[in-house]
């Protein structure tokens, strides 16, 4: 009998159009929508680049200089260098194809102070002209300056020590050579992160929270004040809890089937990354979708107000949880978590985007576990108190 209730609630659930339109089509319009906003603007200020910037020599200019820019090039991929001379290297600039010019002009000898002697080339102590020009002060154009101060700050410790301490030279050498090692680059996780993700994990916890239509519809299935399919179910034989679990079990399959379609929609079509625990990713969508059910079940439960207004409540229920989960307002989880660190672990929307997010920053699951277990806490709750409200209500006639 459970698999034909079952059967029969998985074909009443997918024939109503606007229940899919909501759980399956709404998520993946917004975040087509999201991905078309935000896509700019994670390339251009969120994913980090080669700095495209122009390399001016003349003959005979310092080698060494171009020596650092080959490094950074080829060894760290930090900069692209693009040798040309000073005209087309002003074109570049001026049409914004490079971030800057590096200019490494041949060095003017210096004379001794009070001396008629003529100094060589190779006996030149004075400093080596490098310099650099851009037309803007933003973060480029600030590694590009960074870059060149390093490189004067080590050509004048260098010539500091030739003329102090003539000996240390090769162990300065070395110094300077292994300095690189004492920075390794290294990531908590495996997925890459960027300030726009947190907007798709709260796009996907609402998604599973819009089964609460759906719970909804199942209790006001058991109201027999409010709905004649209520009233031949109460008089009927069969226990309610017979006639409940499957119906209940059948919209919690088409909900997640639904948000996991969705999750498919963003990791494939939109090429968003959420990791490559994808088990974990659908175990959350399981658990996110049957806190959604026992939701909108719960509140379905309360009280003899008609459909309309509980359907409101419900909606301003998930609508807010979304909110406060940081699906409107970027960092509000942060800014919850800071000033009311209790709405956060309440919150199931807010649980579900933060399960998500710790599984796939942090290399350990405590915190995902604590999100679950939080979770799995929520949906206990209301569905043991949804069942209580349909299970006392008792009807002098119907």
């Known amino acids: ?94 049409e914004e194809k490079v971030e800057g010019i590096y200019y490494n002009l041949k060095p003017v000898p210096q004379k001794p102070a009070g001396s008629q002697e003529k100094v060589s080339d190779g006996e030149n102590d004075g400093k080596w002209n490098v310099t ?61 992160k960027n300030v726009m993700t947190d907007y798709f994990y709260a796009l996907i916890a609402m998604n599973c929270l819009m089964g609460v239509t759906m719970g909804l ?52 079509a939109m090429k968003i990354s959420l990791g490559e625990k994808f088990g974990f990713v659908l175990l959350t969508t399981l658990v996110g979708s049957m806190v959604g059910i026992f939701l909108g079940f719960f509140i379905g439960g309360i009280g003899t107000y008609n459909e309309s207004v509980k359907e409101g409540i419900c909606v301003s229920c998930m609508l807010l949880s979304s909110f406060l989960s940081g699906l409107m307002v970027g960092g509000m989880y942060h800014f919850l978590e800071r000033y009311a660190p209790v709405v956060n672990r309440i919150n199931p929307a807010s649980l579900i985007a933060h399960a998500l997010y710790s599984l796939n ?16 806490l929520l949906a206990g709750l209301l569905g043991a108190g949804g069942f209580f409200l349909i299970r006392r209500e008792r009807y002098a006639s119907i």
């Open 1 to 94: 009998m459970f698999l034909r209730l079952y059967k029969y609630g998985l074909l009443q659930t997918t024939r109503q159009k606007m229940t899919i339109f909501w759980s399956l089509i709404f998520p993946i319009i917004l975040g087509t929508l999201f991905h078309v906003a935000f896509g700019g603007y994670i390339e251009e200020t969120v994913v980090f680049h080669q700095i495209p910037v122009a390399y001016v020599m003349e003959e005979g200019a310092d080698e060494a200089f171009t020596k650092v820019l080959e490094s950074l090039e080829q060894e760290n991929e930090l900069i692209k260098v693009i040798s040309v001379d000073k005209e087309e290297a002003k074109r570049l600039l001026k």
């Open 132 to 192: 650099l020009t851009v037309t803007k002060q933003e973060m480029n154009q600030s590694i590009l300056s960074s870059v060149l101060e390093q490189y004067q700050r080590t050509i004048h410790t260098m010539k500091t020590i030739r003329v102090e301490n003539p000996q240390g030279i090769k162990a300065a050498m070395e110094v300077i050579n292994g300095q690189c090692e004492y920075l390794k680059e290294g990531s908590i996780s495996d997925t890459p």
């Open 217 to 268: 519809e199942s209790a006001l299935n058991f109201k027999a004040d409010l709905s004649n399919i209520a009233a031949r179910r109460v008089v009927a034989s069969t226990k309610r809890y017979g006639l409940l679990l499957p119906e209940l079990a059948a919209k919690l399959t088409v909900q997640f089937l639904c948000t996991v379609f969705s999750v498919c929609y963003l990791m494939y």
């Open 361 to 376: 920053i942090y290399e350990g699951y405590g915190r995902y576990m604590q999100c679950m277990i939080s979770l799995l």
